[in-house]
């Protein structure tokens, strides 16, 4: 039987999921990086769930033509709701919007504060997620990003509360330091990350198109001119955030 091959973006999931841990991956669609993780030897047992009954039965289809039956459950459940606690030590959430995936987490706060770890990758909402994960009192404890057809995706490994370091603690004492932490990632900002970097030229590169666009319109207009002046900042402060990432 031949290996299961993930896109970049879910490799780098995967590679984040503390290797012997039985994973819980909410919103498996067809299952194959449930698959994954059992042919890498990542995982003894997964426990592949989804709302949607169509994807799910591709996901116990695919689980069937692979022979992982006894290691691989797929089960229907709408978020967390049909879990049951101590079926899994590493939750796995991603490909989803960031104001979803925080309802998912709160809707049974006592099922996600069960994992060990979560291994999360929101495609949306990234500074309000990061905030929001902090006033829950989980921590980052490591962040990635890939690129991939264009597009970039951050993910994280987060500890709960369950976890010996109970306390999210943040890393800045400065208050635009916390909101560049919170925009871009503590971790990826500490890691100098090299994607992080193209992300953030990128970024500069559109913010500064859209400034040239406003200016060339005119700014005697009060909207266009609020607008000019957020415009601004933001690129004030990923400029800052490229001098952590990129220094000289």
């Not at 990061?130 to 951050?154: N, S, T």
């Not at 666009?213 to 005119?218: F, S, V």
Request: proline residues 3%; aromatic residues 6%.
């Amino acid at each position: 039987m031949k290996s299961v091959t993930l896109s970049e973006r879910l490799r780098a999931v995967v590679s984040m999921v503390t290797v012997g841990n039985r994973v819980c991956d909410v919103g498996c669609d067809h299952g194959f990086v449930s698959i994954y993780l059992i042919q890498q030897r990542i995982s003894p047992t997964v426990l592949a769930m989804d709302l949607r009954s169509g994807p799910l039965g591709a996901a116990k289809e695919h689980i069937a033509e692979y022979g992982l039956d006894s290691q691989i459950e797929a089960r229907l459940s709408d978020g967390l709701h049909n879990y049951i606690i101590g079926e899994a030590d590493t939750m796995i959430c991603a490909g989803m919007g960031g104001r979803l995936m925080m309802k998912i987490l709160s809707d049974d706060k006592d099922k996600t504060e069960s994992f060990s770890e979560m291994i999360l990758q929101p495609q949306s909402e990234l500074e309000e997620f990061r905030i929001w994960l902090c006033e829950q009192g989980y921590r980052i404890a490591d962040e990635k990003m890939v690129e991939e057809d264009g597009k970039f995706y951050p993910m994280m490994r987060v500890l709960t509360k369950s976890d010996h370091e109970i306390l999210c603690k943040p890393t800045c004492d400065i208050e635009v330091l916390c909101k560049l932490e919170n925009r871009y990632g503590p971790i990826l900002l500490q890691k100098k990350d090299k994607v992080l970097a193209d992300y953030l030229r990128r970024e500069e590169s559109i913010y500064n198109d859209i400034l040239a666009e406003l200016a060339a319109r005119g700014l005697s207009d009060v909207k266009r001119q609020r607008r000019y002046a957020e415009i601004l900042e933001l690129l004030e402060e990923c400029r800052m955030a490229m001098a952590i990432v990129m220094p000289v």
